[in-house]
């Protein structure tokens, strides 16, 4: 089976908006996981998100576009996870989406790449980790 990776909103938004350091680290990660032909995950959350921060659908395509059709999947999101994280999100006080990607992770074995610390709260639900760990 192939490795999948779920990249928090922000990590999309670094390539995009070609943020110094940690855009060419993300362009990296995107790159080696083309390459090596394994699978970038996105939610309806991170479409959700990029419409809150003021991105039109047709930009959020562009954003999107930056992997290969090949390698992009969409998972979906259920009730029972959007209640899990109202509670989890109350209980380590983080956001609530913070809490509905982690358990997003946990529950299609995805690993999640971010540089948001609040999921240092959230490691027993999914240990996140930064795009140079795998570069």
């Known amino acids: 089976m192939a490795e999948k990776y779920y990249l928090d909103t922000s990590i999309w938004l670094d390539i995009y908006e070609k943020r110094g350091y940690n855009g060419e680290v993300a362009k990296k990660l995107f790159k080696k996981i083309i390459e090596k032909d394994l699978i970038i995950v996105y939610s309806d959350l991170v479409i959700t998100e990029l419409k809150r921060l ?10 999107l576009a930056i992997a290969k059709p090949d390698n992009l999947k969409r998972v979906h999101i259920y009730k029972e996870q959007i209640d899990e ?5 109350k209980q380590r006080n983080v956001p609530q989406a913070d809490a509905l990607h982690a358990i997003l992770c946990r529950d299609n074995d995805m690993q999640l790449i971010s540089r948001d610390e609040d999921y240092e709260k959230l490691k027993h639900i999914a240990k996140a980790k930064l795009p140079e760990d795998f570069i």
């Open 54 to 63: 003021g991105y039109t659908q047709n930009e959020i395509n562009v954003i």
């Open 85 to 89: 994280a109202r509670k989890l999100a």
